[in-house]
């Protein structure tokens, strides 16, 4: 069985910087594909950003560009987020996932974590 848990969503101020961590375990990261997406309240849950395999390919909402950066370390089966320049339109509960290969659609990814929630105060 499959689970990732997310962590490090806090209360920050507008132009702070957050760093998520997605910790993996039932199966190791390294064959599949991994993604980070975001649901803010009375919204869809929106992709932010994705990374291959062995993280040679990744790719990110317009939304994201250039503020925030995924990474992973397959030797610690765990998956990150770096967030800097965070806005108010951040807020959201920030979701990792796992698929087969890296992908922009939620509908790739099979396993999903429960979320943490990251709030950016203006």
């Known amino acids: 069985q499959v689970q990732l848990i997310e962590s490090g969503g806090r209360l920050v101020q507008a132009g702070d910087s957050l760093r998520l961590s997605c910790a993996a375990s039932?199966?190791?990261?390294?064959?599949?594909?991994m993604g980070w997406f975001r649901q803010a309240p009375g919204k869809e849950r929106e992709f932010v950003a994705t990374i291959s395999r062995i993280g040679s390919g990744r790719d990110y909402a317009d939304s994201v560009n250039g503020r925030f950066t995924i990474s992973r370390d397959n030797a610690k089966n765990t998956v990150y987020l770096q967030m800097n320049s965070l806005k108010p339109e951040d807020t959201a509960v920030y979701f990792c996932?796992?698929?087969?290969?890296?992908?922009?659609?939620?509908?790739?990814?099979?396993?999903w974590g429960q979320g943490t929630q990251v709030t950016v105060s203006s």
């Open positions: 039932g199966r190791t990261i390294s064959s599949y594909g």
């Open positions: 996932a796992q698929g087969r290969t890296k992908s922009t659609s939620r509908y790739e990814y099979t396993y």
